[in-house]
């Protein structure tokens, strides 16, 4: 924001030096960018200082919301102007009518109608206001709706009114076919064409587009020499709708910049009438009669319990009540002492409408830190602090991202909304449709994702495509998984569970041995299983369930050839998503004491022709129970296939087995009952023959 001191002064008497008045500025939240010494057209010089306004400040961005910062920080009285200016005896709605179609985006709409003016030149006075801050002159009716948002920070338009179709003014949606396809185009001020599409709001007449609202206007209704009639709109457009339209055009200015932080709702009515107090003094004409105003009132702001002992327990100091009182009303809120007994020490503070940020206790708080001055907290000052320890969840976070990234895998961040190619290219969790936004947060988004994996291959395909990185991803995030429509009671709602999703290009068992890798990094104890599914996306009897006990963790599989391809990925992909509740649930993040045998271990290898359907989680199943707790450790080696020597469907596993004793040596006797009676578990269970 660019603040000319000789502007700033008309509305606050500037008792600070320059330098003074900058370090007054940066201690309470506005920072001093630079400043520059300007010789303006008059000959006169004027400094300009450049504030960088945080997004949540939009009342900053006028010179008189600066000027209130300015009067609460020296203590000085702010000089708002007073509006004269005299009205016809005709009405503004008898010549204009105004039809709100999208109040979704556009809260409020006013509009005042000005005949007979005269369009020329500004006076000179106004033009070294404008040229100081780097706005362009263009005329006198122009330049004062560009002043006074100068002013006090809220954008205006004027409109040519003879080029109104049906001297009716249309806020509503932008037109479109039943494809969603544009089928309006507005050439705006800067004489370019930009689509209109329905997420767009426009300020249209009876027959076409006038104006893009909140953004630009549009080159039709735009005023020049021969006009002699003019609308001036102010209105508060909502700056979500403002931001989408913006970015999606390409196309930024003051006023858009200015809607996207919020405007004073309660000053609309008092920027319209202020441009219509300059433009009768500068270019003559008549205001008809009364504004239309599509807003029966302005929203009232609720009040906030300020309690004094808060204050000191939040900064560490003590502000007397007066003090707070006169730094409350300074900044232009309501605030009363409570003089009920029980409530004594409390101030009930009621925010302007144009501090939007202002909501809660805490934000009081911080007002009366920053203007009373952060140099008033000694570094000593006594602030109670209280301990506090991070959650189970954010705990078991914090090891698995330790795993992933010593795996080789880059944490990725992706949007929760997805397009639809995305989300209709596979879902291991559900077949339900997915939950979808009335109105897309990002273009074409309006599905809540049900996996996190199509957004990661997209992420792969994406570094492949720019720099020819097979990027082996992984995300925490959110997933959202629609309700069974038969459910009942809670289980009807939707469900937003926490989800762990990688993605690669290693083997299958390259990432299931990353999956096992982390399982016992969390200590979660137990076999893992796995359990053959079938479901669009991945290759046919590529996809597994993993299952601990009888509870589905995750899925683990290869993706389908085809998608891969529309991707423009070679190579096979292997992705794997994991419930993150499910794994905090089975967790055992604090490592547990175990004894330590002091007797030697008897480590033997065993051979067996099993079933080519016998899988090795279903195998070390039976090994486990059919041992006793002195099996102490269970690990696989390999497979050996001969159809010749062992038959048709038949394969070899060879595994080994570690034997100890928490009590005493054991013998090789012990080791080979341990031994007969895994294999004779083996052989009734599940056909096996021991290999001798």
């Given at each position: 924001?660019l603040?000319?001191?000789?502007w700033?002064?008309?509305?606050?008497?500037?008792t600070?030096?320059?330098?003074e008045?900058?370090?007054?500025?940066?201690?309470?939240?506005?920072?001093?960018?630079?400043?520059?010494?300007?010789?303006?057209?008059?000959?006169?010089?004027?400094?300009?200082?450049?504030?960088?306004?945080?997004?949540?400040?939009g009342?900053?961005?006028?010179?008189i919301?600066?000027?209130?910062?300015?009067?609460?920080?020296?203590?000085?009285?702010?000089?708002?102007?007073?509006?004269?200016?005299?009205?016809?005896?005709?009405?503004?709605?008898?010549?204009?009518?105004?039809?709100?179609?999208?109040?979704?985006?556009?809260?409020?709409?006013?509009?005042?109608v000005?005949?007979?003016?005269?369009?020329?030149?500004?006076?000179?006075?106004?033009?070294?206001?404008?040229?100081?801050?780097?706005?362009?002159?263009?005329?006198?009716?122009?330049?004062?709706?560009?002043?006074?948002?100068?002013?006090?920070?809220?954008?205006?338009?004027?409109?040519?009114?003879?080029?109104?179709?049906?001297?009716?003014?249309?806020?509503?949606?932008?037109?479109?076919?039943?494809?969603?396809?544009?089928?309006?185009?507005?050439?705006?001020?800067?004489?370019?064409k930009?689509?209109?599409?329905?997420?767009t709001?426009?300020?249209?007449?009876?027959?076409?587009?006038?104006?893009?609202?909140?953004?630009?206007?549009?080159?039709?209704?735009?005023?020049?020499?021969?006009?002699?009639?003019?609308?001036?709109?102010?209105?508060?457009?909502?700056?979500?709708?403002?931001?989408?339209?913006?970015?999606?055009?390409?196309?930024?200015?003051?006023?858009?910049?200015?809607?996207?932080?919020?405007?004073?709702?309660?000053?609309?009515?008092?920027?319209?009438?202020?441009?219509c107090?300059?433009?009768?003094?500068?270019?003559?004409?008549?205001?008809?009669?009364?504004?239309?105003?599509?807003?029966?009132?302005?929203?009232?702001?609720?009040?906030?319990?300020?309690?004094?002992?808060?204050?000191?327990?939040?900064?560490?100091?003590?502000?007397?009540?007066?003090?707070?009182?006169?730094?409350?009303?300074?900044?232009?809120?309501?605030?009363?002492?409570?003089?009920?007994?029980?409530?004594?020490?409390?101030?009930?503070?009621?925010?302007?409408?144009w501090?939007?940020?202002?909501?809660?206790?805490i934000?009081?708080?911080?007002?009366?830190?920053?203007?009373?001055?952060?140099?008033?907290i000694?570094?000593?000052?006594?602030?109670p602090?209280?301990?506090?320890?991070k959650?189970?969840?954010?705990?078991?976070?914090?090891?698995?991202?330790?795993?992933?990234?010593?795996?080789?895998?880059?944490?990725a961040?992706?949007?929760?909304?997805?397009?639809?190619k995305?989300?209709?290219?596979?879902?291991?969790?559900?077949?339900?449709?997915?939950?979808?936004?009335?109105?897309?947060?990002?273009?074409?988004?309006?599905?809540?994702?049900?996996?996190?994996?199509?957004?990661?291959?997209?992420?792969?395909?994406a570094?492949w495509?720019?720099?020819?990185?097979?990027?082996?991803?992984?995300?925490?995030?959110?997933?959202?998984?629609?309700?069974?429509?038969?459910?009942?009671?809670?289980?009807?709602?939707?469900?937003?569970?926490?989800?762990?999703?990688?993605?690669?290009?290693?083997?299958?068992?390259?990432?299931?041995?990353?999956?096992?890798?982390?399982?016992?990094?969390?200590?979660?104890?137990?076999?893992?299983?796995?359990?053959?599914?079938?479901?669009?996306?991945?290759?046919?009897?590529?996809l597994?369930?993993?299952?601990?006990?009888?509870?589905?963790?995750?899925?683990?599989?290869?993706?389908?050839?085809?998608?891969?391809?529309?991707?423009?990925?070679?190579?096979?992909?292997?992705?794997?998503?994991?419930?993150?509740?499910?794994?905090?649930?089975?967790?055992?993040?604090?490592?547990?004491?175990?004894?330590?045998?002091?007797f030697?271990?008897?480590?033997?290898?065993?051979?067996?022709?099993?079933?080519?359907?016998?899988?090795?989680?279903?195998?070390?199943?039976?090994i486990?129970?059919?041992?006793?707790?002195?099996?102490?450790?269970?690990?696989?080696?390999?497979?050996?296939?001969?159809?010749?020597?062992?038959?048709?469907?038949?394969?070899?596993?060879?595994?080994s087995?570690?034997?100890?004793?928490?009590?005493?040596?054991?013998?090789?006797?012990?080791?080979?009952?341990?031994?007969?009676?895994?294999?004779?578990?083996?052989?009734?269970?599940?056909?096996?023959?021991?290999?001798?």
């Amino acid at each position: 924001m660019l603040v000319s001191w000789k502007w700033l002064s008309r509305y606050v008497d500037l008792t600070l030096s320059h330098d003074e008045l900058v370090d007054r500025f940066s201690l309470s939240g506005l920072n001093h960018e630079e400043s520059n010494t300007v010789t303006l057209d008059s000959g006169a010089e004027d400094i300009i200082i450049d504030l960088e306004v945080t997004s949540n400040r939009g009342d900053c961005l006028g010179h008189i919301g600066v000027a209130r910062e300015v009067g609460v920080l020296t203590n000085q009285p702010l000089k708002i102007p007073t509006i004269e200016f005299q009205e016809s005896a005709r009405k503004a709605s008898d010549c204009l009518t105004v039809r709100n179609e999208f109040e979704q985006a556009c809260p409020r709409y006013t509009a005042r109608v000005i005949e007979g003016v005269r369009v020329g030149r500004s006076p000179q006075w106004m033009q070294d206001a404008l040229k100081s801050i780097g706005i362009g002159i263009v005329n006198n009716i122009v330049d004062v709706t560009n002043y006074v948002m100068m002013e006090c920070g809220q954008p205006l338009h004027a409109f040519d009114a003879d080029q109104i179709d049906g001297d009716t003014i249309v806020i509503r949606p932008g037109k479109t076919d039943a494809k969603g396809k544009s089928q309006e185009v507005l050439e705006a001020i800067d004489h370019r064409k930009y689509e209109l599409n329905a997420d767009t709001c426009v300020i249209a007449d009876a027959s076409s587009p006038l104006a893009i609202a909140g953004v630009m206007g549009g080159a039709i209704s735009e005023v020049s020499e021969t006009t002699t009639r003019i609308v001036i709109e102010a209105a508060d457009f909502v700056p979500l709708s403002v931001r989408r339209t913006a970015r999606r055009l390409k196309l930024h200015s003051p006023s858009s910049f200015r809607f996207e932080r919020r405007v004073d709702p309660a000053g609309i009515d008092w920027a319209s009438r202020r441009a219509c107090q300059l433009i009768t003094e500068i270019a003559g004409g008549t205001v008809l009669t009364g504004a239309i105003d599509t807003a029966d009132s302005v929203p009232t702001r609720e009040p906030i319990t300020l309690r004094l002992s808060q204050i000191e327990r939040v900064l560490g100091i003590a502000i007397d009540a007066a003090t707070i009182h006169k730094i409350l009303v300074g900044l232009g809120c309501r605030a009363e002492i409570s003089r009920d007994a029980e409530s004594a020490n409390t101030i009930d503070c009621v925010p302007p409408t144009w501090r939007h940020d202002l909501t809660r206790e805490i934000d009081l708080i911080e007002e009366l830190a920053r203007i009373n001055g952060y140099d008033k907290i000694p570094e000593t000052a006594p602030i109670p602090v209280t301990p506090s320890s991070k959650r189970t969840f954010d705990s078991a976070m914090q090891r698995l991202r330790g795993v992933m990234t010593a795996a080789g895998f880059s944490e990725a961040m992706t949007p929760s909304l997805v397009v639809e190619k995305l989300d209709t290219s596979l879902s291991p969790w559900t077949d339900r449709p997915a939950l979808q936004t009335r109105t897309a947060m990002l273009e074409g988004s309006k599905r809540l994702r049900r996996t996190l994996i199509p957004s990661l291959l997209q992420s792969r395909a994406a570094n492949w495509a720019s720099a020819s990185i097979n990027a082996d991803l992984f995300e925490i995030a959110h997933a959202y998984l629609p309700a069974d429509e038969n459910a009942t009671g809670e289980d009807a709602l939707p469900a937003e569970t926490y989800h762990v999703a990688m993605i690669g290009g290693e083997d299958f068992f390259g990432v299931k041995g990353v999956i096992e890798t982390l399982l016992g990094r969390m200590g979660i104890e137990g076999d893992l299983r796995v359990e053959s599914v079938d479901r669009d996306g991945f290759a046919p009897g590529g996809l597994v369930a993993l299952k601990l006990s009888d509870e589905t963790i995750g899925y683990l599989g290869i993706l389908d050839e085809k998608l891969i391809s529309s991707w423009k990925l070679s190579g096979p992909v292997i992705a794997a998503e994991l419930s993150a509740d499910v794994l905090v649930q089975h967790s055992q993040l604090v490592p547990q004491q175990r004894q330590v045998s002091a007797f030697p271990a008897i480590k033997r290898d065993l051979n067996l022709v099993l079933p080519e359907s016998i899988r090795w989680d279903g195998l070390s199943s039976v090994i486990r129970s059919a041992a006793d707790e002195r099996l102490t450790s269970l690990s696989y080696q390999e497979t050996y296939r001969n159809e010749k020597v062992d038959g048709p469907d038949r394969k070899r596993v060879l595994f080994s087995m570690e034997l100890q004793s928490l009590t005493e040596t054991l013998s090789g006797n012990d080791a080979d009952e341990i031994v007969e009676s895994v294999v004779t578990r083996c052989e009734k269970e599940l056909g096996a023959v021991l290999m001798r």
